[in-house]
């Protein structure tokens, strides 16, 4: 009797847990395995309390949906953080991780929205077997370039930015001084395509120039972020209530005569405008970018 007692006794546990897989599933992953995952983020100087309509900051570290999964990517980005652990919830979560690792484009893009000194040069993703996701980022800018970035802007507003003056005219005096004192060099590789090689060299090619904007900007508290086509990077930036474009690059053309050029043609004009005068390098995902429609 006691043998058969055990046996249903056994087939009852069976029985509660099929019936209860899921709960008790969930219950081991939130209050074993994921309770000792890295559940706090920290946000050191350069988080960016914005929200954009492609991605929002969060506060949760679960992801439910593939919005959310887009969130909590953006969120760690931008908080600086190197390294990280969230938890995937939904069903076909590991498959979206897979599909953004193996599209850097969209990842990529997501680094557009944050503060150049929290954007990444690389980041892996490792899928766990218990739903677990874990981020490393290599940061793009090291301790040293940012203090000697920042020392270049700080100068710069000290000399020649006063509370007075409307931010039009801030960001039109720091767009001519950049292209007055930066040369156009394609022949950079892509380790040196940062804001910091242009301040060291006074050479840059777009993403120098797009991150140095984006760093200035962010200086002055006036709401921005990058734009990036297939083969070209710049600024959009959100002045007296309108999404408006910026690219440093194309007002320092590279002129077949030698001579040195500062134009306003692409200074804080409108999708319109942009496009009506370069659609090839100009064409961005409007999915993405969904602000400069």
């Not at 395509?193 to 120098?208: H, Q």
């Not at 140095?212 to 002045?239: D, G, Q, R």
């Amino acid at each position: 009797m006691r043998d058969l007692a055990k046996i249903v006794f056994m087939l009852s546990l069976v029985a509660v847990v099929y019936i209860y897989k899921d709960s008790i599933t969930g219950f081991v992953y939130d209050n074993i395995i994921y309770r000792n995952s890295n559940k706090v983020l920290t946000y050191n100087e350069y988080y960016l309390n914005n929200d954009f309509l492609f991605v929002q900051n969060t506060d949760s570290k679960e992801v439910n949906n593939y919005q959310e999964l887009l969130n909590i990517l953006y969120t760690i980005i931008n908080s600086g953080e190197s390294n990280f652990t969230f938890y995937c919830k939904y069903d076909n979560c590991i498959n979206d991780i897979k599909v953004l690792t193996e599209d850097e484009n969209i990842v990529s893009n997501i680094n557009n929205f944050v503060h150049p000194f929290n954007s990444f040069s690389t980041i892996s993703i490792d899928i766990k077997q218990d739903k677990r996701i874990a981020i490393k980022l290599n940061k793009l800018y090291s301790d040293y370039q940012i203090m000697y970035i920042k020392a270049y802007i700080e100068n710069f507003i000290n000399n020649n930015i006063n509370d007075s003056m409307q931010d039009k005219d801030k960001i039109k005096l720091f767009h001519d001084y950049i292209i007055n004192n930066t040369e156009y060099d394609q022949n950079i590789n892509t380790s040196e395509n940062s804001a910091y090689n242009l301040v060291k060299s006074g050479k840059a090619i777009c993403g120098g120039y797009s991150d140095i904007m984006a760093i200035y900007l962010n200086f002055l508290n006036i709401k921005n972020y990058k734009i990036s086509s297939e083969n070209h990077i710049w600024n959009l930036i959100y002045l007296d209530g309108k999404w408006l474009h910026l690219d440093m690059t194309w007002d320092d053309p590279v002129a077949s005569d030698g001579n040195q050029y500062l134009l306003h043609n692409f200074f804080l004009i409108d999708t319109n405008e942009l496009l009506n005068l370069d659609k090839v390098e100009h064409s961005f995902d409007y999915n993405i970018y969904m602000e400069a429609k």
